[in-house]
Structures are given as structure tokens and as C-alpha cells.
């Protein structure tokens, strides 16, 4: 990121190594730079494997990201792994509207 740093979404003018790597739009530019695009339909199960990215838009607007877990629920939809205030591995996948899917070699 500090290489090229004006590609990337940023609300400093200079990369800041406590939280860059954390925020959503700079991982999603990321992935969609160094990863695989993937389909972002929550039903093309099969799709989804595990350790996949998968980036969502909340309702608020604001951006969120997960990691597709190796557990399934009762239907077999993946379980993801994020964190909404606490880091929980649950049944969101389809939950808000995906805007990402990816994976990384």
C-alpha cells in the first residue's frame, strides 16, 4: 500500500500502518486487484468456499467484510466469520447486499 498509495481509498493523506490494512474499501481494493472475483449470489452455494472474502454493503452504507468459514448451516449456506462489535462465526451470508466475492491464491 505504501508503493501506491494513491490507488487506494484513504481518508489520511499518508498511510497509516495501525489501521490501513483493516479498512473495508482499501480491502476491497485489494482483492479486486490481487484476487479472484467471484460470483456475489448467496445461492450459488457451492460458490462458497472456505477462507473466500466475501464484502457486504449494510443497510447504514457503511462497508463490512467476513470470511467464509468451514462450517455450514442446516441448508448448507456457509457460515462467515466477521466482526459487528464482537468477532462471531454465524449465519449471515446473505444477511446484507454482497458487493464482493473473492479469493485469494
Known amino acids: ?18 489501521i490501513d490494512h483493516r479498512r473495508v474499501p482499501n480491502l476491497i481494493h485489494f482483492f479486486r486487484t490481487y484476487g479472484r472475483k467471484l460470483t456475489t449470489d448467496a445461492t450459488a452455494i457451492s460458490a462458497w468456499r472456505p477462507g ?6 449494510l443497510a447504514n452504507g457503511l462497508d463490512h467484510c467476513g470470511v467464509i468459514s468451514d462450517r455450514k448451516n442446516a441448508q ?16 449471515v451470508l446473505g444477511s446484507w447486499k454482497i458487493v464482493g466475492h473473492y479469493r485469494y491464491p
Not at 473466500?52 to 454493503?57: A, E, I, L, P, T
Not at 448448507?76 to 449465519?91: C, F, M, Q, R, Y
Open 1 to 18: 500500500m505504501r508503493a501506491n498509495f494513491s490507488r487506494y481509498p484513504r481518508r489520511e493523506s499518508k498511510p497509516d500502518s495501525n
Open 52 to 57: 473466500d472474502f466475501v464484502f457486504w454493503k
Open 76 to 91: 448448507g449456506v456457509p457460515l462467515v466469520i466477521h466482526n459487528i462489535s464482537k468477532t462471531a462465526e454465524e449465519d
